[in-house]
């Protein structure tokens, strides 16, 4: 019942955002549509957006314009809304981006517009029996945004095909569930339904640290790629951003402002997460979050070859990018991503 519930509220988002945008007008200079999802790690456009920087850089460009915000949950609802152009701007994990960009070169030419900074995402289970990878059974369920496609699910496989070879990348797909990231949490909070793990990012896994004393860190995303790195990004069509050029730049002007904000003022970054996010998490323990030295607010992606390298060589993408410039714009800010 848990998982039919939460399978028919994202259908339902979907199909909201589908019947509002679905008649909207061609692209034009001054509209931007942003779709984000849950969490800490879309601060960035929190902050963008509670301070209105879109709308200032607009009218240092000359133009009036008004974002539209839109939340959905997981990376295949944000694919699909921007190939349906009810979307301009997604912001999805890597893996999201590194799929569409696979399926659109030499169409669309989706790539990535900017990093939303470096987030530790951590794998939490509730069964005490459960230290590994390796111990988790048939009697465990995963909780991730998207099972099998989604950054956290990659990032999975990859562990899994470090531990039991390539050929098995992917033996705990079959444990892996869809569920929304505020939903998860609630489940490891609460127990008692099918779902005794999740990974989690920013603030969920840190709510459920807190909130359940058997709740415990089994995977680090950190330690399986090889150090700090970028999970969730931003991405866009060609055609927008070429169609778009002084939107397009007012909205990364904003989003270098935000960033310069978050590492001066993480105080009025937390504030803004709240007000925008209408959030009840504890101050102090948002506060001590955007603090924390494993966190990165930044446009530069890093180490996100790791996995496009990976998602090649298991078949996931069939084109094989040579570094992170081919998945992500020629910006200033990309030239040295990695």
Do not use: C
């Not at 301070?51 to 460009?61: M, P, R, T, V, Y």
């Not at 099972?147 to 033996?171: D, F, H, M, P």
């Not at 992170?324 to 990309?334: M, R, V």
């Amino acid at each position: 019942m848990f998982l039919k519930n939460s399978k028919k509220r994202l259908l339902a988002s979907i199909l909201t955002l589908f019947s509002i945008t679905s008649f909207a007008p061609a692209h034009a200079e001054g509209q931007i549509r942003i779709a984000e999802q849950h969490g800490i790690i879309y601060l960035l456009l929190h902050v963008a957006q509670d301070q209105k920087l879109i709308e200032k850089h607009g009218k240092e460009q000359g133009l009036d314009i008004r974002p539209e915000w839109v939340k959905l949950s997981g990376g295949a609802a944000i694919n699909d809304a921007l190939l349906s152009n009810s979307i301009d701007i997604a912001g999805a994990g890597v893996a999201p981006l590194l799929t569409i960009w696979d399926k659109t070169k030499g169409k669309q030419n989706i790539r990535g517009v900017a990093s939303l900074g470096n987030y530790p995402y951590k794998l939490i289970s509730t069964n005490p029996n459960v230290k590994t990878i390796a111990d988790f059974t048939e009697k465990d369920r995963i909780a991730l945004p998207n099972a099998g496609v989604s950054v956290q699910s990659r990032i999975l496989q990859l562990a899994s095909a470090k531990l039991w070879g390539e050929e098995n990348y992917k033996k705990l797909d079959r444990l892996s569930v869809t569920v929304p990231h505020p939903e998860a949490t609630a489940a490891i909070l609460k127990e008692g339904t099918e779902i005794n793990a999740h990974f989690a990012t920013p603030p969920f896994q840190d709510q459920e640290l807190a909130g359940n004393p058997n709740a415990h860190v089994v995977l680090e995303a950190y330690d399986v790629l090889g150090g700090p790195s970028t999970a969730t990004v931003l991405y866009a069509t060609e055609k927008y951003r070429a169609e778009n050029p002084k939107t397009y730049q007012a909205f990364i002007a904003a989003l270098d402002e935000a960033a310069q904000y978050i590492k001066n003022n993480p105080e009025g970054a937390a504030d803004a997460y709240l007000r925008v996010n209408k959030s009840n998490i504890d101050r102090d323990q948002l506060l001590a979050i955007i603090k924390s030295p494993d966190i990165e607010v930044k446009l530069t992606p890093q180490n996100t070859f790791t996995l496009a390298d990976f998602m090649h060589r298991v078949g996931a993408i069939k084109n094989k990018p040579a570094s992170a410039q081919d998945y992500f714009f020629d910006d200033a800010h990309n030239a040295s991503g990695s």
